[in-house]
C-alpha cells in the first residue's frame, strides 16, 4: 500500500449569509477521517493580511496536513470540487473558493509565497504561477482568488511562534439566529485559566469576546497557548445554543506575524501591513468621527497616521504623543482617496524615546514668591505684588510630565486584529511543533 503525505489548502469558502471557511474545514476533516486519513498536524487556521479588502472577515485561511493511501488521495479534489458547490451559495459573486493539494514537501516558493500574503498583496495571476511552476494540483470556483489564501495556508508550517483555537459550531441552518451563550460563564472560564488564554474578554467592558456576531456557524471560539488548554476552557462555557461540531486549531493567531517589516514611508504601498519607525511630525488632533490625527516622518517623507474611533482608549494614548517623540507604528495602510492621501491606521504604537516636554514660564519673585508679570517689551519683568523689579531676567523652562512611558501600547481587545501579539502574549514563544494530536481534537 503506497501512503502519500498530503497538505491541503483551501479558503475563500463562505457567503454572507452564513458558512466560512473554517466551517467548511471541519467537513472536510470529518470525511477525511472516515477516508482513514492519518493527521500529522492539528488543521493550521493561517491569517493572512488583514488589510486586504476583499476578505469577509478576518482574512482566515485552512491547511489539513495528513497521510493517507494514494489511491484515496486522487479522489480528494473531486470531491472536494462536489462539497464546495453544495456547500457555498453559486449566486453570491465575492465568493471565489480555491483549494490546493501539495504532496510531500512544501516547495520553498510556496513557503516564500505564504510569508509575503501575510503583509503584502497579491495578485490572483502570481498564485497561478507558483501553482503551475511548482505543478501543484487545484481546484477553483469564480476568479479563482481564493487560490492566494490556499496555497498562502499550505506554505505556512507554523514552525515559529504558534497558538491554539477550539471552535463550537452550531449547525448552518440556525446561523442567523442569535447566540445564546453566557457572558458569566465566560468570565468564569477567563478567571480560572488565567494566562493559558488570551482575548476572551475585553478588561474594560467586561465584554466577551469568544463569541463573534456575523450570521455564521461559529458559536465562539477560545483562543489559548496549548490544545489541552482551549479544550479545558470549552468546559466552562455554557450556552443554550446546540453545538454541532467542535474542532480545534492551531494558528499564527495572536503571534503578531504580520508586523515584521520596517518599511519606509516613501515605499508604502496601499494594503500593507507595515511597521514604521520615525518621529512624530504633527501633534495630534481630534477630527470629526472621534478619530485622532497625528503626523509621523522618517529619513524618505512623511506620513498622516490616524487612531480611528473604534480603537477607543487607544485614541488617548495617541493624543498625548508629540512631536519629536521617536516611534515605531504598527500600521495598516490605507489608500489614498479624495479627502485624504495614503494614511496609516495605527493598530498599535511602540514608544521608543520621549520627546522631552517642557514649557517657558515667567521667572519666580525672590521676595514674595510670586510670579513675576512682564514689564514691557524689552524691559524684564516685575512683581505686582510687592513692587520688585527684574530688567535682565528671562523665561524659565519647566519640565512637564508625560503619561506616557517607552513602552508598547494597543488598542484593547475588542479593537484588535486576529493577529495583533496581545500584551498578554509580549514575552511568550510557543515554537515546540506538536509530534501527536491528543485525542478530542475534533467531533465528529
Ligand atoms: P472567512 O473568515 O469566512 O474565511 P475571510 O475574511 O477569510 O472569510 P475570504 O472570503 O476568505 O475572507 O476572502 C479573502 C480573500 O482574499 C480570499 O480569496 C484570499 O485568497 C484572498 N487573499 C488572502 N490574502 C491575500 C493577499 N495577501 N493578497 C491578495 N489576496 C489575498
Known sequence: ??????????????????????????????????????WIDYPNLIRLNPNIPYR??????VALRFK?????ARDILPALEKMIAEYIEMDYPNTNPGVVLVEGNIPV???????????????????????????????CIGNGRGLIGSLA??????????TYEFIAYRSPESSNQPRRVYEDSVIEMNRTMGERLFSSIDPRTNRMLIAPHGPDPVLYGIRGEGPEDVISAASFVQSDSSIERRMVFRSNQGTGA??????????????????????????????????????????????????????????????????????????AVRPASRTHGLTLNAEGIVIIKLAKRSKLLNPICPSCSKRLKSAGRGQGFKCVNCGFKNPEGAKIEVLLDT????????????????LTRPLERLNRINSEVPKCLIDEWHIP
Not at 469558502?13 to 471541519?26: E, K, L, Q, V, Y
Not at 469577509?56 to 485561511?61: E, K, Q, V
Not at 493517507?68 to 484515496?72: G, L, Q, R, T, V
Request: charged share 25%; aromatic share 6%.
Open 109 to 139: 516558493e510556496v513557503q516564500e509565497f505564504s510569508e509575503r500574503a501575510i503583509w503584502r498583496t497579491i495578485s490572483i495571476a502570481i498564485a497561478k504561477r507558483v501553482l503551475e511552476s511548482n505543478s501543484i494540483q487545484h481546484v
Open 258 to 331: 504580520h508586523l515584521k517589516h520596517v518599511v519606509y514611508v516613501a515605499d508604502l504601498r496601499p494594503y500593507m501591513a507595515a511597521l514604521v519607525h520615525g518621529v512624530i511630525d504633527r501633534d495630534p488632533i481630534a477630527i470629526e468621527g472621534g478619530h485622532v490625527l497625528f503626523g509621523i516622518g522618517d529619513c524618505s517623507g512623511r506620513i498622516d497616521c490616524a487612531a480611528y474611533e473604534p480603537t477607543g482608549e487607544f485614541r488617548e494614548t495617541v493624543a498625548r504623543l508629540r512631536k519629536g517623540d521617536q516611534a515605531l507604528v504598527h500600521a
Open 56 to 61: 469577509t472577515r478576518g482574512n482566515g485561511a
Open 1 to 38: 500500500m503506497i501512503i502519500k503525505e498530503i497538505h491541503l489548502g483551501m479558503d475563500d469558502i463562505d457567503s454572507p449569509r452564513g458558512g466560512c471557511t473554517t466551517h467548511f474545514a471541519s467537513l472536510v476533516v470529518e470525511m477525511l477521517s472516515n477516508w482513514g486519513a492519518l
Open 403 to 418: 503619561e506616557l512611558e517607552e513602552t508598547v501600547y494597543l488598542p484593547p481587545p475588542r479593537a484588535q486584529r486576529h
Open 68 to 72: 493517507i493511501e494514494a489511491s484515496k
Open 153 to 162: 495556508a499550505v506554505g505556512n508550517r507554523l514552525t515559529q511562534d504558534h
